[in-house]
């Protein structure tokens, strides 16, 4: 029995219509979805008529049904992954399963499509042309260890962030960093209340401190000048 394949295919993190004609072409055509919440999965597909059966693969599973995923794609199963939002692997399940498949010499396909921090970047106005994603810091253990490492970075810095702690992140920063320290938070990026909101750490807080954010969070911050 020939091997299957592994398709990684990112979801709109936002406004639906961003999914490409060819995320669709391939959902349709897999034996099998894997969707980190399929309620959340399954608004998509029934809003493009996406009939393939879906299961659950999110961090709370993914380590004891590994193996057994990889075994029925190497028996020639065709699946796809797809994660609640954006790109699988970028902060979401996806990374383990690549990294056995190519183990098994399994054939891996990562289609382009929406991820947010690009979009946030680019919105900045800050650098673009070098930066390094840090995804989540730390929520404890080694979150100042971490911060003041980055106080040296010269590339831009781009992180994801919840609404309920992106005051606590920006006052760290500002604190390791410099109030005067350039930076951008986008949030709810292609949704109907999509803002960038741009200026120094220390008005950014100063902002948020009075006006606490919702919705998914991207925080872009300058690198330290040399």
């Known amino acids: 029995m020939s091997s299957g394949k592994l398709f990684l295919v990112p979801t709109p993190i936002g406004n639906l219509k961003d999914m490409t004609f060819r995320a669709v072409e391939v959902l349709k055509s897999v034996d099998l979805i ?11 597909l029934k809003h493009y008529q996406i009939a393939t059966p879906t299961r659950s693969y999110h961090m709370y599973n993914e380590h004891k049904t590994l193996d057994s995923w990889v075994k029925q794609i190497a028996q020639g ?7 609640d939002a954006g790109t699988p692997g970028i902060s979401d399940p996806g990374f383990l399963l690549s990294r056995e498949c190519i ?10 499509g929406a991820t947010a921090f690009v979009p946030a970047l680019v919105n900045s106005g800050l ?8 995804g989540f810091l730390p929520v404890k253990k080694g979150r100042q260890t971490r911060i003041r490492e ?11 962030e919840s609404p309920h702690r992106i005051l606590k992140t920006l ?3 500002r604190d390791a960093f410099g109030e005067a320290r350039k930076a951008s938070v986008s949030r709810e990026i292609s949704k109907l209340h999509e803002e960038t909101r741009r200026g120094s750490l220390g ?12 919705g998914e ?8 000048e040399k």
Do not use: W
């Open 34 to 44: 894997l969707a980190e919440d399929t309620r959340t999965s399954g608004v998509l």
């Open 77 to 83: 199963m065709h699946l796809a992954l797809i994660s």
């Open 103 to 112: 183990k098994n010499g399994i054939e891996i396909e990562c289609l382009p």
């Open 127 to 134: 650098p673009s042309d070098r930066f390094c994603f840090e």
């Open 150 to 160: 980055l106080s040296e970075e010269n590339r831009t810095m781009i992180f994801y």
């Open 171 to 173: 006052l760290q920063l």
């Open 203 to 214: 008005e950014l807080a100063e902002h948020f401190e009075q006006h606490p954010p919702k």
């Open 217 to 224: 969070i991207v925080l872009v911050v300058a690198g330290k």
